[in-house]
């Protein structure tokens, strides 16, 4: 063995699992007594020193007070921590050269090192390994594509910032500016996303480690690496489905955003897979294996080159793509929408429209103005905005028991953000339709459960085919969102016409805010160009009840009975009591 495989042995990256093949079964990576220990004093260290810079990043001022006082700003004191360090130092290359000998004499790093080595040559060897990331060489990059590169962006500006070429509001709102940016720079970042903690990861390293090897070895997975224009790298997770076998939804790609706590290996990617959907998962910056931080600017560009790497390396077209988010991935989701308007659809689930009330309704009212300021100065995710500047097919789902998106835990229904979101979306696509006058339906509609929105449905005797008649006209008519039409609409018409577009928008799942979607539950957006082309994909959009119409309708036409409603309701009530 060469100087060269000692030095990639005592440098080189953990390795953590070998994969299911043909000819072997999977298996945990078993390191010898010497590599274990050592490695175990290096993660110690690693962990102290990270903490410690951590600390001394926001607390220098007393710490430079306390050597001060102490002495050691003298030189004897300086020599003091010289040593101190350089014990440190010997240590830690001492142990890193025991772990180093260890893996020498494991076959099976030194078969992940020579797979490491090849990995640009024959990336199916290192696709068998699952080791640090880092290591991992970039598959694709932003710029990979040339026509990306000088692609204009739609964004929405931060809202706080509007004054901010007034010198005098500058100096009035400086001291506000400065308290926000600590509290930001300290603890509020890792409360918008604790999934971003190094000691939140390493708690639930496990479960990522099994859900990757689920993932790999079940699905047939394939890991990628991919570089963003800000230079962070991002984890991603392929699942494909369109071979000749699978089933016809595996031709649609579903592309997932994860919440502030979610990653690929463990969240809502489970629901389009065993949907038998094509998948594509990916780790926020800062999340696993993606480096970065999760601020606005590195979202959009992580969920940016995502897409990129979607269309360009896999070969899906837009039109065959759906964004599907959960909780605060609505953000990333809905910015990709806006600047990929030809996508098939938008998938919200759990999620709000505005994050600075959600926030604010968390913390203890006496800090209020900071909060607001502060949030919306570094996190401005309007999720109503960047959806409404989207014209495609949208599908929201409510968790009817939220207690995270909820303002008001005595009301969860009624102060569920989803609720203001569905509106916004809504009076934005049909402004004339859902006007001052007839919105009271559409917040009694949102006010309620499943029962009580089959009540007031009955109780105004929706026609869907009415409907339909009158929103294919529009559609007839070359109309794009927000829609001219409904302005010739009478308001017993307007108030049937909020409740079909209600129902065909949103969908309530009764449970609460973490518990999965279920497969049988995930479903494709509701197309408004679609209206009375196409019935059964009119129909493959879930009923929860039937109106008049459906009473009336024939078999193969209607999928919304009294029976089906109460089958429905009773699945949800199942699913919350799992």
């Not at 509020?188 to 639930?204: C, D, E, N, S, T």
């Not at 570089?227 to 392929?238: C, K, P, S």
């Not at 929103?471 to 829609?483: F, H, I, M, N, Q």
Request: net charge neutral.
């Amino acid at each position: 063995m060469g100087i060269g495989w000692i030095l990639k042995c005592i440098s080189g990256p953990r390795l953590y699992r070998i994969y299911k093949t043909n000819t072997s079964q999977g298996k945990l990576y078993e390191p010898n007594c010497l590599e274990a220990y050592s490695d175990n004093i290096i993660r110690s260290l690693g962990y102290a020193l990270s903490f410690a810079w951590s600390l001394a990043a926001f607390t220098s001022p007393v710490i430079a007070y306390v050597l001060y006082r102490r002495g050691f700003c003298t030189l004897e004191g300086f020599y003091y921590l010289s040593r101190l360090a350089s014990v440190v130092v010997v240590v830690w290359v001492g142990t890193l050269c025991l772990r180093g000998m260890g893996r020498c004499a494991n076959r099976d790093y030194l078969k992940f090192i020579a797979a490491l080595d090849e990995a640009q040559k024959n990336r199916a060897a290192l696709c068998a390994f699952d080791g640090d990331f880092d290591a991992w060489p970039v598959d694709f990059s932003w710029n990979d594509v040339e026509s990306s590169k000088d692609k204009p962006r739609v964004v929405v500006a931060p809202r706080s910032r509007s004054n901010s070429g007034v010198f005098l509001v500058l100096v009035r709102d400086l001291p506000l500016r400065f308290v926000g940016y600590l509290c930001i720079h300290s603890f509020g970042r890792h409360m918008m996303y604790p999934g971003a903690v190094k000691l939140f990861q390493a708690a639930i390293g496990p479960m990522l480690l099994e859900g990757r090897a689920k993932l790999m070895e079940q699905h047939q997975a394939r890991r990628y690496k991919l570089a963003t224009r800000d230079g962070n790298f991002i984890d991603t997770v392929f699942v494909d489905r369109r071979g000749a076998n699978e089933a016809p939804q595996g031709r649609t790609l579903v592309v997932c955003c994860e919440g502030n706590a979610g990653f690929y290996e463990v969240g809502i990617t489970a629901t389009p897979i065993d949907a038998q959907y094509s998948v594509l998962g990916w780790n926020h910056p800062g999340f696993a294996g993606s480096t970065g931080l999760p601020f606005p600017a590195q979202e959009q560009n992580a969920i940016d080159v995502v897409m990129q790497f979607a269309i360009y390396r896999l070969g899906f077209t837009p039109d065959n793509i759906i964004l599907y988010a959960w909780s605060i991935g609505a953000y990333t989701a809905s910015w990709c929408a806006m600047n990929y308007p030809e996508i098939k659809g938008l998938i919200l689930d759990a999620t709000f429209d505005d994050v600075v009330p959600l926030a604010a309704s968390k913390m203890p009212g006496s800090i209020g103005p900071i909060v607001v300021r502060t949030v919306a100065d570094y996190f401005n995710l309007n999720n109503a905005e960047q959806t409404n500047r989207y014209s495609g097919p949208i599908l929201m789902y409510r968790r009817t028991n939220d207690e995270i998106i909820s303002t008001d835990i005595n009301n969860r229904l009624g102060s569920n953000r989803v609720n203001d979101l569905v509106t916004k979306v809504l009076r934005h696509r049909f402004p004339a339709v859902i006007t001052d006058e007839s919105a009271w339906v559409l917040a009694e509609w949102l006010s309620g459960d499943r029962s009580h929105q089959k009540i007031l449905y009955e109780e105004q005797q929706v026609d869907d085919a009415e409907c339909e008649r009158w929103l294919r006209k529009a559609v007839d008519a070359g109309d794009s969102y927000p829609l001219d039409f409904g302005a010739q609409l009478t308001s017993e018409q307007k108030v049937k016409l909020i409740l079909y577009l209600a129902r065909r928008h949103l969908f309530d799942f009764n449970s609460t805010h973490c518990v999965p979607l279920p497969a049988a539950k995930f479903q494709e957006p509701w197309d408004i160009r679609r209206v009375g082309k196409d019935a059964s994909s009119q129909d493959s959009l879930e009923r929860p009840f039937g109106g008049r119409a459906a009473l009336e309708e024939t078999t193969t036409r209607s999928s919304s009975s009294e029976s089906d409603f109460c089958q429905l309701d009773q699945e949800s009530c199942d699913t919350e009591g799992n």
